[in-house]
């Protein structure tokens, strides 16, 4: 069973422990109406009210945790009453609310990940499919040497195809069921394509080599049109990480001088450097948000 880096025991253990908070489970969870869509497509073999039920064993563990940790450091050090049980209270509950909130969204960014990585590795796979068929290579093989390939989740994809073929499913039924709990639209199409030409007799070559065709044509555009979205971003960084902190600094120490004002010039460097921390996180973040997948 997967694990979730922040649920403090493995998944098992936390849904035993989890279980006399079904009913909360159940009643938080109709806040969530996707949430069991994506459970299924991430896989998590979980029902939402047993989900929601692990997330508040999260959050409440965690609360626990801080709350009793900081009351201890605080008591130790003689703080005031009323502000140790601020703190601790306030600390501990934005503790529980992160990670109850980072588990009930876990799926959500588990299955991103995954369409990612298919998707990433999904032209190179079909390539070698095209090679694979075009050399007179029966498509089940073609499908086998894929699924022993290093092509990460798409190779796990393929290897239950294989699995259902193997067990007496015909290629087009095992095809079709792989697509459809996909989450990639990409990869599903792809799929489909492949599908509708088994079942007309197409030609499979033919026909891997157009949505080969197709997805590098798609690609291209895709980097295109990133490249024409880095250039705002590029001025952005020039005006707001370089010319603002510049004349900023020398406007402030020329009116200081002029107005007789004291400034406290460390504080203000200070201030402006984690300005530029923060800032150019998010420039990173943003950019990398905009890359198209496989570039």
Known sequence: MKRIPIVPVP???AAGASKHLLNWGEFFSNMFPGLA???????FHFEPREWVAIALFTALFYFSVLLTGLFVVLVSVKVELTKMILISLGASSVLGLVGFIYVIFYPKLYVSRKINHLEKNL??????LLIEVRSGVPLFNALVSISQSKYGIL???MKKAVDDISTGKSEIVALETMA???PSLYFRRVMWQIVNSLKSGADIGNTIKQIVDNLSEEQRVAIKKYGSQLNPMTLMYM?????????GITFLLILSS??????????????ILLFLLMFQFMIIGLIKSKRPVGV
């Not at 032209?123 to 070698?128: D, K, R, T």
């Not at 005006?239 to 004349?247: G, K, N, R």
């Open 239 to 247: 005006i707001f990480a370089v010319i603002f902190p510049t004349l």
């Open 11 to 13: 998944m098992e253990k």
């Open 123 to 128: 032209p190179y796979a079909l390539h070698h």
């Open 37 to 43: 869509f994506e459970l299924e497509q991430s896989e």
């Open 258 to 271: 002029f107005v007789g004002v004291g400034i406290d010039l460390h504080l203000v460097l200070v201030g």
């Open 155 to 157: 190779s796990e994809e």
């Open 180 to 182: 459809r709990k996909n």
